[in-house]
């Protein structure tokens, strides 16, 4: 049987990714800081250990006996003193390094799609500072990168439940987000497969007005759309760069510049972006 690690299990897609790994068969080892949050999971997991990636002691054996190294590990909302270059970085060439050292066949690592387009914002440099690292560590790698995910969506509902919905420029810019589901077959598939960099998104291709509807039509609300200027955007980071640290404008830096951009990737899946709206509603 062979046997495979997932680091981020207790994030939105890690979840779905051990359930995939399970399905097919898989040996489960999960990473977790607090094993109450896999507590749900625990029929799909054969071994739990707690601990941090960024401590290199934790990380040592880590990867023992391991086939398939999976991390979808990095900083989405800061909520301690740790930087990207500490978590998406570092966190993940400990990983990495562990996995040479263990004889692991394979690294598995999510980074974001359009990462080049976007390389001077903090969090992504961190990504693709690794993503070098895994290239050129000679170890079989996947590399994929999703344009983002369902539970990102969560913030349009959120502006539906509220009233009002704000979009940047036109609101025409396009994306076609995934489901974690859906995402998770594509990375349990890329454990078997030959592709190096898997660029993916969801069976939906939308406008932000599009998704803004979606959002305001679960509620059954008549949509209100406030739009933006560009110029406006920019402002708001140049001030957030200057008076705020990366652990605040970060995550805000990288949401803006995604709504400002086109973000469609190749489509994958079943499960539609309306029908998560519906089941979410009152979970936002």
Known sequence: ????LVAGATGYLGRYVVKEFKKQGYWVRAI????EQLKNL???IDEIVIGEVTDVGFVREICKDIDIVFSSIGITKQKDNLTYLDVDYQGNKNLLEDAQKEGAS????????NAEKMKKLKGIQAKLKFTGALKSSGLEYAIVNPNGFYSDMLDYLNMAKQGRGFVFGTGENRMNPIHGKDLAEICVKAADGNEKEINIGGPDVLTHNEILAYAFESYGKTKKISRIP?????????TLRKLTSVKTYGPLEFFMTVLAMEMVAPTY????LKDFF??????V
């Open 230 to 238: 560009i110029w406006i955007r920019n402002a708001i980071l140049t």
């Open 278 to 283: 519906l089941e979410n509603k009152d979970n």
């Open 269 to 272: 899946g079943k499960l539609h």
């Open 1 to 4: 049987m062979k046997k495979a």
């Open 32 to 35: 977790t800081r607090n094993a």
């Open 42 to 44: 625990s029929e799909y």
């Open 106 to 113: 394979k690294f598995i690592y999510v980074s974001v799609f």
